[in-house]
Each structure stands twice: as C-alpha cells, then as structure tokens.
C-alpha cells in the first residue's frame, strides 16, 4: 500500500515532467521542405543533404542547379521551385528506382537514400546526367 503510494507519486512527477519538456522543446527537429511529392515529408535535413549530394549530385556528375531553378531574387537557388524539367525527370525516375527494387529485388519498403537498395541512380548513371549506353558499343 506504502509502496504503490510512493510510486504513484513518482509517476506523477515524471509525467509532469515530461509533458513539461514536450510543451518547452523546440521544434528545430523538424524541418520545413514544402514540396516534396516523393521522400517523405518529415525527412531529416541529414538525410536529405545526403541524397541530393551522394546519389544524386555524384550519381549523376552534376550540381545542384542541374535540377533546381535560380531563385527569382536571384540569389541563390529556389529549392522547393518546380521550373525545371530535370526535377520532374528526376522524380519520375526515383519513383521508377524503388519499382525496380521492391518488383525484381523483392525490397519492401524501398526508400531512395537507403543502404538497402540494390538498384540506385548510380548503378545506371555511373556519374554520367546522360547514360546513352555508348559504353556497351566499345
Ligand atoms: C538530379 C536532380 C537533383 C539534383 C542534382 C539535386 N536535387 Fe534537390 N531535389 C531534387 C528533387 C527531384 C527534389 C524533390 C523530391 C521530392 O519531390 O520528393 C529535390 C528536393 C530538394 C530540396 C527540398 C525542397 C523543398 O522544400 O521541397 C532541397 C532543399 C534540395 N533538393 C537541395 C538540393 C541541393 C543542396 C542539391 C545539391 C547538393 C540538390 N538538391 C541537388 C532533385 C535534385
Ligand atoms: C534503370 C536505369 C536508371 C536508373 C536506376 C536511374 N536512371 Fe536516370 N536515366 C536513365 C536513362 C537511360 C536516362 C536517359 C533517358 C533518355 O535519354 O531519354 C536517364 C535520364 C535521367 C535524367 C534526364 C537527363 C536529361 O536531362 O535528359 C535525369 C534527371 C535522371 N535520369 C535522374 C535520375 C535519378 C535522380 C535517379 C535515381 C533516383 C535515376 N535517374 C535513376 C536510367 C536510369
């Protein structure tokens, strides 16, 4: 009886506690991309930057501006603007990389970016914007 007692106490506090944090923690975890139609939507920034640079920027030998439009100010790049047709190209091909993972490579939950993929930009592009299958004529 003691003993429930003094532990329904603790509880309490921890409760209170930790709603305490909740209602005070900032939300810097959360970011704010406001166009993403393929990764989801509450990817982190780490993840993100990794797959803008490692699979796509070196998976296909080009920057950034390749795929995303200057900014109207002119400064800079408008990352969550559609004008260029290269993104969308983009899109429709990761979409087409997870197909081929989860169809041929039985992957269930393919995600561009994951360790697990067996097919990614890389594997056709070979760090090439233009894989035109020159290579196998040689
Ligand atoms: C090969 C094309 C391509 C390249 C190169 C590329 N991106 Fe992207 N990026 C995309 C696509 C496609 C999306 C949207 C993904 C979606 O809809 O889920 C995107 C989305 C983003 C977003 C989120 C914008 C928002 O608010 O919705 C950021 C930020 C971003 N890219 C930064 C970069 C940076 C920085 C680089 C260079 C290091 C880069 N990207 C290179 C294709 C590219
Ligand atoms: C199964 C092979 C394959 C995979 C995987 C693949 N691509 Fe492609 N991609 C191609 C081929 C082939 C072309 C050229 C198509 C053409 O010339 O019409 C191309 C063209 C493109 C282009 C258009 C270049 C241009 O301006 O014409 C972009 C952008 C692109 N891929 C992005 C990506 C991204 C980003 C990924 C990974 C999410 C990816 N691709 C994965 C085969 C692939």
Redesign the pocket.
Known sequence: MKINKKLGVVVCILTTVTLGVAATSPKSAVT??????????D?S?KN??Q???DD??D??G???????ANAKDGHG?D??S?AKP??????A??RMTMGINKKYFKLKHPL?GSEALTVT?NTCHKGE?FPDGAEGQK
């Open positions: 704010h991309y406001t166009n993403l139609k393929v990764l989801p939507k990817i920034s993100l930057q797959i803008m640079v796509f920027q998976g296909l080009v920057t950034c501006s390749f795929c995303h790049l990352f969550a559609d290269e993104k969308e190209i983009s899109r091909m990761m561009i930009c914007a």
